[in-house]
């Protein structure tokens, strides 16, 4: 069992195919950029691309999993929560890149760079855009379906962030 990948310098993962995160709770972390046009899949325990990834490729959310952004994901890529108890988090402030789908009550998007204060942090929804902001930190997600803002809860993910979840 592989829990991290690395490459010194300027490399990188390229994945025009799959890479599949499962059979495990724990940790799997990826030191190199990830170029990805193809998916990936995270079905169990946590994902994390530490320095983000590029390319209009899937990230996929299958079930009790993590799948954590350090920095971005590429503009023209997608997130699918798949099943319910799916978390997707990002250290990135500003506008998440990828277009979110699926994202439903049981699932948590944590917007781990924006604390957490009760009764000031905010949650915005309009044209399509989540915003969560607290202070002058703030993370705008775009996300595909009906939602209603007063569904959409905000409490402390536990590490100094917020996380979001709906319903």
Same mark, same amino acid.
Do not use: K, N, P, Y
């Given at each position: 069992s592989v829990n991290s990948a690395s490459s010194s310098g300027s490399g990188a993962i390229v994945n025009a195919g799959t890479i599949a995160k499962a059979g495990g709770l724990g940790n799997t972390t990826l030191y190199a950029a990830v170029s990805n046009t193809g998916t990936v899949a995270v079905s169990e325990g946590t994902l994390t691309l530490e320095q983000g990834a590029?390319?209009?490729g899937s990230f996929v959310l299958d079930g009790p999993a993590t799948l954590d952004f350090?920095?971005?994901a590429g503009s023209g890529s997608?997130?699918?929560f798949l099943h319910p108890g799916g978390t997707l988090a990002t250290q &990135?402030?500003?506008? %998440?890149a990828s277009t979110?789908?699926? %994202? &439903?009550?049981g699932d948590v998007i944590d917007a781990a760079s924006v604390g957490f204060v009760s009764g000031t942090t905010a949650v915005g929804f309009?044209?399509?855009t989540l915003t969560v902001s607290e202070g002058a930190a703030s993370a705008a997600f775009a996300?595909?379906?009906s939602y209603v803002v007063g569904s959409f809860h905000l409490a402390a993910d536990g590490h100094g962030g917020t &996380?979001?979840?709906y319903g």
């Open positions: 590029s390319g209009g350090v920095l971005d997608a997130v699918l &990135a402030l500003g506008s %998440f979110i789908s699926g %994202f &439903a009550s309009d044209g399509g996300l595909t379906g &996380a979001v979840s």
